[in-house]
């Protein structure tokens, strides 16, 4: 079965030191990963994809197909930082598959 | 920026009473979703729509649930009988899903808060 996987429910850090969320799939084929954020009581937002290879809000993540991994980093956490991140995947055209998901706490 | 949009933005309704959630998707979209977060808890499928039918569905979509696209905008979630356990968020989402945008993301509602009494 197509699974997401996010090992951590809670990651604390403070403000400047650096993020890694971690995310790992399980897929056969190529996947299309995803990272969603959602703030508090907000809507979960598109953050990134992999295939654009983009930078947002300062965040990163490469697909690593030998470790199947899609980890989001970002070099210095900031307090708006502060939300829920969830991994997606998409396979067959339009399933999605989302991870349980990061809770990333930014403290002063 | 098109949005998908949902009404209302929080649904209070007793044990037992029906409850339809709307979801307007963006306008192009052909594949829409219904996720359920329940507070504090992890995202969860369930259930997609294409093609006026529904393509999968998760455990949790039981004979309760059913889903509907009565006209060409409105896509709705309704419950038939609530339980406490129904009281969530649940989000509408949709995509694209056309050749051209194949790598479409989801884009998502603000949610509707259902809380059951």
């Known amino acids: 079965a197509q699974r997401v996987t996010q090992p951590e429910k809670l990651l604390s850090v403070f403000k400047g030191a650096p993020v890694e969320l971690k995310c790992n799939y399980s897929?056969?084929?190529?996947?299309?990963l995803f990272w969603y954020v959602q703030y508090s009581r907000q809507r979960l937002q598109l953050l990134l994809r992999?295939?654009s290879r983009e930078s947002i809000k300062g965040f990163t993540a490469d697909l690593n197909k030998g470790e199947t991994s899609f980890h989001l980093k970002k070099p210095f956490a900031q307090e708006e930082d502060s939300a829920m991140y969830y991994c997606?995947?998409?396979?067959?055209?339009?399933?999605?598959?989302f991870g349980s998901g990061t809770k990333l706490n930014v403290k002063p | 920026e098109p949005e998908v949009t949902q009404t209302p933005s929080h649904q209070v309704t007793q044990m037992g009473q029906e409850v339809i959630l709307r979801c307007v998707p963006i306008s192009n979209h052909l594949y829409f979703y219904w996720y359920r977060q329940i507070l504090g808890q992890k995202v969860e499928f369930l259930v997609s729509f294409y093609n006026n039918e529904i393509s999968e569905k998760s455990e949790i979509f039981d004979d309760q649930f059913s889903v509907e696209r009565p006209d060409g905008s409105n896509f709705t979630l309704k419950i038939r009988s609530t339980k406490l356990e129904d009281s969530a968020m649940y989000f509408c989402?949709?995509?694209?899903?056309?050749?051209?945008?194949?790598?479409?993301?989801?884009?998502f509602g603000n949610g509707t808060r259902l809380t059951v009494t």
């Open positions: 989402a949709s995509t694209s899903g056309t050749d051209i945008d194949y790598n479409s993301p989801l884009h």
């Open positions: 992999h295939i």
């Open positions: 997606a995947s998409r396979y067959n055209f339009n399933k999605f598959y």
């Open positions: 897929y056969s084929g190529s996947p299309e």
